[in-house]
């Protein structure tokens, strides 16, 4: 998803729009962010909550240990798993995907202290950690103004001051710099606080870094840390869904897709490509796939297959990934998308032994319909016979779910098993 419009107010507005919830824990500078989130349309959806422990007994009573030194690296990182722990406790159902945030900042000030001006912002998402470290510097005289809008942090992560402003600049006797009336203080804060929302865009996926930093970010050290098994988190269920970016970027949640293509996709081939399209041409952006590493009949995909089959779409889409094998399942997480399936699996989707019984079955339906989920349906070849929509028998409560693809936009007479054989027999 690009980041809107431009500006802080795109970014923010994209991060309201993403499907994933965050718990916040800021300490020192940077607590600006919080209104930032909260004063625009959304901000109940995004923001579970907010912690600003502020004094050293505070931070060590909100993350249970002392921390070696207030403002770190190593303290943003255990406020912002402290957060996620808060999230997981306080989302609305375990549906919604979360992120914790924190942030600590030494910023500008009128008392001796140690070290650089300096911001350490972290988010965890239980199975990876994305970290900054910003120290901050005085803006040069001649930085040249930036006018990409869809840069988004471009215009809005630079602390500047006038030129008026540098001249009131002036040291203290004891070394260290101070501002008249604090106006370094305030560009520092506002440019942390606008870091803190690029950080947490990041985060939700709703923007990649490459997109947010600019020259005045070259200072800014970002790293990345992944747990042993990044999708331990999706296996049990603490988070519900994570989307892998057409650049291989995993995060958790996001944008809910206008419409996916379901499928175990081993291989990936012609017909799934062929349901996207259709998908995106009734739909619009984004459209994705999405794989279930649970099945209802076969034991779980092992993470290191679901990556060896998520690798197909580097480049191409992104793929949701999640544990939910039925389409009630799926619509629940992602209410309002539709999916794009074979006729094969509509066929399914109102077979009664699938749910067992007849009004379990007509239950599923009703559910399906007040999710506001579609079904968009190909022909499929099977055992030499062209299966369609108009060859099944629809129950009442199915009528409305389902629209057939005509079989001059797309068939494709190909299947993943069929694939998957003439690759075993070899050339």
């Not at 996001?254 to 062929?274: C, D, K, M, Y």
Request: aromatic fraction near 4%; proline fraction near 7%; include cysteine.
């Amino acid at each position: 998803m690009s980041a809107g419009g431009g500006g802080l107010d795109g970014l923010i507005h994209c991060i309201h729009a993403s499907r994933t919830a965050a718990a916040l824990a800021l300490t020192g500078g940077g607590t600006g962010a919080i209104p930032l989130l909260l004063r625009r349309p959304g901000g109940s959806r995004t923001v579970l909550d907010v912690s600003v422990p502020y004094g050293p007994k505070a931070v060590a009573g909100y993350l249970g240990e002392t921390p070696a030194q207030a403002c770190s690296a190593a303290t943003a990182q255990l406020l912002a798993r402290r957060a996620f722990r808060r999230a997981v406790e306080l989302r609305p159902d375990a549906s919604i995907p979360v992120v914790g945030l924190g942030a600590t900042a030494a910023l500008a000030t009128d008392r001796v202290r140690r070290g650089e001006d300096r911001l350490h912002a972290a988010t965890f998402d239980g199975a990876r950690t994305l970290a900054l470290e910003w120290q901050f510097q005085l803006p040069h005289s001649n930085r040249k103004p930036l006018h990409n809008p869809a840069a988004v942090a471009r215009k809005t992560l630079t602390p500047t001051l006038s030129q008026r402003e540098r001249e009131q600049e002036r040291p203290n006797l004891r070394g260290r710099r101070m501002l008249g009336e604090g106006r370094n203080r305030q560009a520092q804060e506002t440019a942390a606080e606008r870091a803190i929302a690029a950080l947490l865009a990041d985060a939700v996926g709703v923007a990649t870094w490459r997109e947010l930093e600019g020259s005045e970010l070259a200072s800014v050290q970002r790293r990345v840390e992944v747990e042993d098994d990044e999708l331990a988190v999706v296996h049990d269920g603490t988070q519900s869904w994570v989307t892998v970016h057409p650049d291989g970027r995993q995060r958790p949640g996001g944008q809910i897709p206008t419409a996916l293509v379901p499928g175990s996709f081993n291989p990936w081939h012609e017909a799934h490509r062929a349901l996207w399209e259709a998908a995106r041409r009734r739909f619009g952006d984004p459209v994705a796939y999405e794989l279930s590493i649970t099945n209802v009949d076969k034991p779980p995909l092992p993470t290191s297959e679901v990556l060896r089959r998520a690798e197909q779409f580097r480049g191409r889409s992104s793929l949701v990934l999640s544990a939910a094998p039925t389409f009630v399942e799926k619509a629940r997480l992602l209410p309002g998308a539709a999916f794009a399936v074979g006729a094969d699996t509509a066929r399914r989707i109102v077979e009664p032994m699938y749910y067992g019984g007849m009004e379990a079955m007509r239950a599923a339906l009703r559910e399906l319909r007040s999710l506001d989920a579609r079904f968009v349906v190909a022909g499929r070849l099977e055992e030499g016979r062209f299966l369609q929509l108009r060859d099944l028998a629809l129950p009442p409560e199915a009528e409305e779910l389902f629209e057939a693809i005509p079989a001059d936009e797309v068939r494709v007479d190909v299947s993943s098993t069929e694939l998957r054989a003439k690759r075993a027999a070899g050339p």
